[in-house]
């Protein structure tokens, strides 16, 4: 009676464990080398994942707001950093060059964004630029949301060409960029795909040097905006991994190595359980 006890005080544990566990493993797909909540008041910009990311106005404080909480429908993250036209975030990814190339052709990039302004009017349209791989910001940026107004974006540039999809960029989204340059260029808005563009090749326009920027562009055409999440990944991730993060209602949360070990132990003492009790 002492060891199917023993046994059944086992089962309870590992069932509460893993239930803690189900929690703990997140729902950031493997590969991930930076991740960036802008959780911690005396640092805004360290990294939970990777090396701390740094800003092109380190003299105003005053432009990074948060940890903050965010009193909006849609968004569940306690950090939050704004981002101000003709800035940027400077993002050292940690990749190595991958795809066939000397430089890195497989990646993802993902932000959880609410744009808060219009800028960079032309032709009838405002330009907020997210993304730039040339480190010195000294041509076009590479992923741009557009619009007549934010309430109609699109996003996408002109070599991949823009969405027919539209979404309200004043609201959170979370936004994910999945790149093979041999393949493709496709862009997610909450999990859904709005651009399967075409692959610009090996070492081509979207590959990237040890950093790129993020909400940089060389004329200004950025607009101010919230950002909550920013993260980085050495592959293209798939569509099922990209829909399986979810909207920015769920917060990014990496696997924690040492609850899924204790699994693993208590796993294991269950076995042996077993074995005595035959």
Known sequence: MRVSNWSARIVSVMAVLVAAGVAAA???????????????????????????????????????????????PGMSDAGVV????????????????NGGGSYVNQYTVAVDYLQTTETALWNGHYYNSLFQTNMSNSNDGDLFIRGPS????????????YSTLTFDSSQWHRIVWSVDNSSFFRVYVDGVMYLDGP????????????????????????????????????????????????STTTPLIVPEPAAMSLLLVLGGLFGLSRRVGK
């Open 150 to 161: 934010r309430t109609q974006s699109v996003i996408g540039t002109a070599d991949t060409g």
């Open 82 to 97: 704004q981002e101000m036209s003709y800035h940027y975030l400077t993002v050292t990814h940690n990749i190595g060059a």
């Open 199 to 246: 692959a610009q090749g090996v070492d081509g326009r979207f590959s990237l040097d040890p950093i790129f920027l993020l909400f940089a562009d060389n004329d200004w055409e950025d607009a101010w905006g919230l950002v909550a999440t920013a993260a980085v990944w050495n592959r293209a991730l798939t569509t099922g991994e990209i829909a399986g993060m979810g």
């Open 26 to 72: 997140g729902n950031v797909p493997a590969g991930v080398t930076g991740l960036w909540r802008f959780q911690t008041s005396e640092d805004k910009l360290k990294a939970t994942v990777g090396t701390d990311l740094t800003t092109s106005n380190p003299e105003n404080s005053t432009w990074m707001l948060g940890p903050m909480v965010v009193i909006e």
